[in-house]
Each structure stands twice: as C-alpha cells, then as structure tokens.
C-alpha cells in the first residue's frame, strides 16, 4: 500500500519540480515541506493560468473582435476589470488551500483515487469520469444555489462576486473574484468526489484547473448556444435575476429543479 501511495507523492513531486524550478532557484523551494511545495505549485498555477486565459481572452473579444460579439457599450471598463482582478488576487492564495488538502488526502490513502489508468483500464476509467462529473455538477448546484438562499451565506459571502450584475461590469477576469470561503465552498464537490467513487488523480488535479478557464469563460456574455453547455448566455441571466441557472458545465440541474432560464427565449420575450 505505502509503495502506491508514493505514485501519487512521486507525481505531485513531478509537477513541484516543473513548476518552482521554472520560477524560483531550487535553493529557495527544496527545503520546503512537501505539502508547501504543493500549495506554492498551485498558487503558482493558478496566478498564470487565471492572467493567461483571462487576459487572452478579453483581449480577443474586447479589441480583436471589438463590436463583432459585444456592442461598444457592453464592453466592462478597465476600472472594473482591476477591481475583479484584485478581489481574485486576494482570494488566490485561499483558493490553492482546497487542492493542496486534497492532495494531502490522496497521498495518504483517505480517498478512493488510484493512480493509473491501467489500474482499473479505460472503460471503467470513462465511467468513473462521467460519475465524478455528475458528482460535481449535482454538488455545485446546490452549492451555489445555497449561496443565495441562505441570507448570511449571501450577504457576507456570494455578494462579494454578485455587485458584477450589468453585462458591461462582467468579464472574464470576475470568474474568479469570489470571497475566499465562497470559492472554496462551490470547489468542495470535487474533493467530495474523491471519497465517494474511484478517480484518476491526474484527472482530478486537471478538472480542478479547468475550473479556472471554465469560470472566465462564462463571465464573457457572449452566448455560444450549445446545448445542453451552462454557457456565458445563461451565467450572464443568473447575474442579474439572481434567481436563475445555478448550474455549472450543463443546464440540466437547472432543468431538473426548476430554475432553468433560457437565453433564447429571454431574447424572444424582449422582441
């Protein structure tokens, strides 16, 4: 057991490696304890990979694209980019606490994650896949849905991401401008996951990081209309009716509960 618990301590010490020693002398990350080392890696990650997938993003449709998805007045100011930006900076380091633990978890043997495909072959790894994704999905509704029902859990938590409520305040850059606990509190499905069915450790820890591209993505307005995909169009509705799709990757949670509020039809109503 202690020689494939190391699997999962040899691939967190894998991705240490690439990224600190990308970044930083090895002098200042090798002496760290190895948990550190993890919640730096993150910290690390997700800094660049929210800049990178926000920054390219808004730069495409805000200015390669400009008038093409959002009319000029649509558009959210530089102000209120910064101001997301540094509610997200600040959270950042709360935020990278949730896979550092679950790592902690996983290389412990306190969760149900195996470390090879090979281990359990690929289609019980797809059914498993799709089973955790479910997990995640049901999970997050509700989680988010909570949020708004339960007053102080709104008031000193979920407001903090809602004072976004105009399309021309929404960007890329808000899908991560959480208070910390809130953010924490809507990741918590995936780690809850982890303890009810097998899943892939690299799968986890790249679904986890998906998030962050995930959660720019539906902060742009624009609307893709690819059912059965919890798009910007639907985000953008929740937004401002606070009432409506608490859904994540699918509207079907929505649509199961009652709270689904179609784009399309929205547009229909208003001509």
Not at 257 to 268: A, K, M, N, Q, S
Request: glycine share 6%; aromatic share 18%; charged share 15%.
């Amino acid at each position: 057991m202690d020689d494939y618990l190391n699997l999962f301590v040899e691939e967190t010490s894998f991705y240490n490696r690439i990224v600190l020693s990308t970044f930083l002398p090895e002098s200042w990350w090798g002496p760290l304890p190895h948990w550190f080392q993890g919640w730096l890696r993150n910290y690390i990650g997700g800094v660049l990979l929210y800049f990178l997938s926000a920054f390219l993003w808004c730069f495409y449709i805000y200015y390669l694209k400009r008038n093409v998805y959002l009319p000029k007045d649509a558009i959210p100011s530089n102000r209120a980019m910064l101001l997301q930006i540094g509610v997200a900076m600040k959270a950042m380091p709360w935020y990278c606490a949730l896979p550092s633990l679950s790592e902690y978890m996983i290389e412990n043997g306190w969760t149900k994650c195996f470390s090879r495909i090979s281990d359990v072959g690929w289609m019980p790894y797809l059914i498993y896949v799709a089973a955790y994704l479910v997990i995640v999905e049901f999970g997050i509704y509700w989680m988010h849905r909570e949020l708004h029902d339960i007053k102080p859990l709104y008031k000193y938590l979920h407001a903090t991401h809602h004072i976004y409520n105009k399309q021309n305040t929404l960007s890329p850059f808000a899908g991560l401008a959480f208070h910390p606990l809130d953010g924490i509190l809507q990741a918590v499905p995936h780690v809850v996951a982890l303890f009810l069915l097998p899943v892939h450790f690299t799968t986890h820890i790249a679904l986890l990081f998906i998030e962050a591209i995930w959660t720019a993505n539906i902060h742009d307005c624009i609307h893709a209309k690819v059912w059965p995909v919890m798009g910007a169009g639907y985000h953008t509705i929740h937004h401002t009716t606070y009432r409506h799709n608490y859904g994540h990757y699918t509207i079907w949670m929505d649509w199961m509960f009652g709270t689904l509020r179609d784009p399309v039809e929205d547009e229909v109503k208003k001509m």
